[in-house]
């Protein structure tokens, strides 16, 4: 079974900027789909960004558009979200996962998702 490993997370300032990552180990991913979801606390998890095989498309949720960058490294096993412009709504833990590798991908959807992460809290001081 596929492990998923975030790291990268901690306090910032607002407006500042932050990397996270993804490590996986298991399993290679260069042929499946990756996303990003976060969930703050008392909050439903919801979709940040996702990328396709091979890093040829990325998706973003609206919000983050222009400030998040997703990419991927397949020879390390690792994706990563850079996070830039960085805003209070922006704090939660970030948790990313692995599609499923088979039918259809609905990259929105946190069912679509088969391998998760523990998770990488990203905190935003006003």
């Known amino acids: 079974q596929a492990q998923l490993v975030e790291s990268g997370g901690g306090l910032v300032q607002a407006g500042g900027s932050l990397r996270i990552s993804c490590a996986v180990s298991?399993?290679?991913?260069?042929?499946?789909?990756m996303g990003w979801f976060r969930q703050a606390p008392g909050k439903e998890r919801e979709f940040v960004a996702a990328?396709?095989?091979?890093?040829?498309?990325?998706y973003y949720r609206e919000s983050v558009k222009g400030r998040f960058t997703i990419s991927r490294d397949d020879a390390k096993n690792t994706v990563y979200l850079e996070m830039t412009s960085l805003k209070p709504e922006d704090t939660a833990l970030y948790y990313c996962?692995?599609?499923?590798?088979?039918?259809?991908?609905?990259?929105?959807?946190?069912?679509?998702?088969?391998?998760w992460g523990q998770g990488t809290q990203v905190t935003v001081s006003s």
């Open positions: 996962a692995a599609e499923r590798g088979y039918g259809s991908w609905n990259y929105q959807r946190p069912e679509e998702y088969a391998y």
């Open positions: 298991g399993r290679t991913y260069s042929s499946i789909g």
């Open positions: 990328i396709g095989r091979l890093g040829f498309r990325t």
